[in-house]
Structure formats: structure tokens, C-alpha cells
């Protein structure tokens, strides 16, 4: 079984300034990771994923994630933050590989509250 | 672009009443999903549907609820005696192969 946690529930920040927002899981196999983004009012939208290959993956607006195995890590950072980032955002994790049904376990979410 | 969309966008019920939330998943993906998200808290796994069956479910999932895709578009989720504690947002969700799932806008389920 796989868990996920994410450590700030909510992370107030000034406009330009950088963010990291955390998370962490748990799994005795291999996993896919992705982080989605859910703005006020709207449905979950895929921000980035990591299935394999390079450790470090990008978004088109600037956000970025690393995978770090040995320390199970998934952590989000944006250098440079804008007023429209501010959203929930929620990390999730599949098994990969064959026998997966595909679902997806998220953790409780981090709110990113930008601040002009 | 394709899109997961979801009716109704908002739907109010008495407790103990049946409701059926109707999702359309993006045309060529073979994979469905449910999730619920309780007002406040994580988004949580439903059950998933491959080939017209169920192919995994939580416990959550108990046999209050059904899935079913009664034709080559809709994905349905029926709740057959709602409890004051379904009410949330129920997010439909839909995969070509084992990648990314595209999340539907959601229902809004209320339980009075």
C-alpha cells in the first residue's frame, strides 16, 4: 500500500518570492508521482508527473519537481511565485508497472496563499 | 483539447434518497475512475472500471454504491440511500493507459 503526506497544510508567501511545498511517501514498490493543482471553484488539473527517467520534471509555468528516492520525496518549488498560483495543491502517487489498476493516492493538500 | 465532463455540476438530495452523478469520460481512454472529496479534506479513491467491470474498489465503496457504464460514452456513479456523510465533491476521472488521469470539474453532492 502506498501513503502520501504533505507537511504544510497551508503556505502563506509574497508575490515574487520562492516556495517549496513538501511531501513525502511511502511504498514497498515502484511508484508513478504527480502533483495536481485545484483553483477555488474548479477540478483537479495535472501541474507535473514523474514516471521516469530524469529526476528533476518542469511545468509549462514554472514549477518544478525532484524525485528523490532514497529520501521518498517529491517536493514542488516555483522561484518566482504570481498572485494566480495561489490554489491547493496535492500530491499524489500510483504503483507502476503491470497490475495496476491506476488509482491514485493523494495526500491532504497544501494551500499556497500568495500575498501582493 | 478532450475533456472529463460531469453532470450535474450541483446536486441537493434528501437523505436516504437515490442519486446518480454522470460523468463523460474522454473518448479513447479505457480506464474510469471515482474519487470523493469531503469538504476540507484529501481527495479519496472510489473504485476504478477497466473493460466494463470493476477493477478496484475502496472501502469506502460499500454497497450503497454502483458503477456502471451503460453505454460507449457515460460513466455512472449511483448512490442508492444517500447518508448525510456523502455529502462532497465527487470528481470523475479517465486514462488512456497506466499515465495521467484527466479529472472531470466534479459534483457537488449535498445531503440534507
Not at chain 1, 17 to 40: G, I
Not at chain 1, 51 to 75: D, M, R
Request: aromatic share 12%.
Amino acid at each position: 500500500a502506498q501513503s502520501v503526506t504533505q507537511l504544510d497544510s497551508q503556505v502563506p508567501v509574497f508575490e515574487e518570492a520562492p516556495v517549496e511545498l513538501r511531501c513525502n511517501y511511502s511504498s514497498s514498490v515502484s511508484v508513478y508521482l504527480f502533483w495536481y493543482v485545484q483553483y477555488p471553484n474548479q477540478g483537479l488539473q495535472l501541474l507535473l508527473k514523474y514516471l521516469s527517467g530524469s529526476t528533476l520534471v518542469e511545468s509549462i509555468n514554472g514549477f518544478e519537481a525532484e524525485f528523490n528516492k532514497s529520501q521518498t520525496s517529491f517536493h514542488l518549488r516555483k522561484p518566482s511565485v504570481h498572485i494566480s498560483d495561489t490554489a491547493e495543491y496535492f500530491c499524489a502517487v500510483t504503483q507502476s508497472g503491470s497490475g495496476n489498476t491506476g488509482k491514485l493516492i493523494f495526500g491532504q493538500g497544501t494551500t499556497l496563499q500568495v500575498k501582493p | 483539447e478532450p475533456e472529463v465532463t460531469q453532470t450535474p455540476s450541483h446536486q441537493v438530495t434528501q437523505m436516504g434518497q437515490e442519486v446518480i452523478l454522470r460523468c463523460v469520460p474522454i473518448s479513447n481512454h479505457l480506464y474510469f475512475y471515482w474519487y470523493r472529496q469531503i469538504l476540507g479534506q484529501k481527495v479519496e479513491f472510489l473504485v476504478s472500471f477497466y473493460n466494463n467491470e470493476i477493477s478496484e474498489k475502496s472501502e469506502i465503496f460499500d454497497d450503497q454504491f454502483s458503477v456502471e457504464r451503460p453505454d460507449g460514452s457515460n460513466f455512472t456513479l449511483k448512490i442508492r440511500s444517500t447518508k448525510l456523510e456523502d455529502s462532497a465533491m465527487y470528481f470523475c476521472a479517465s486514462i488512456e493507459g497506466a499515465d495521467t488521469q484527466y479529472f472531470g470539474p466534479g459534483t457537488r453532492l449535498t445531503v440534507l
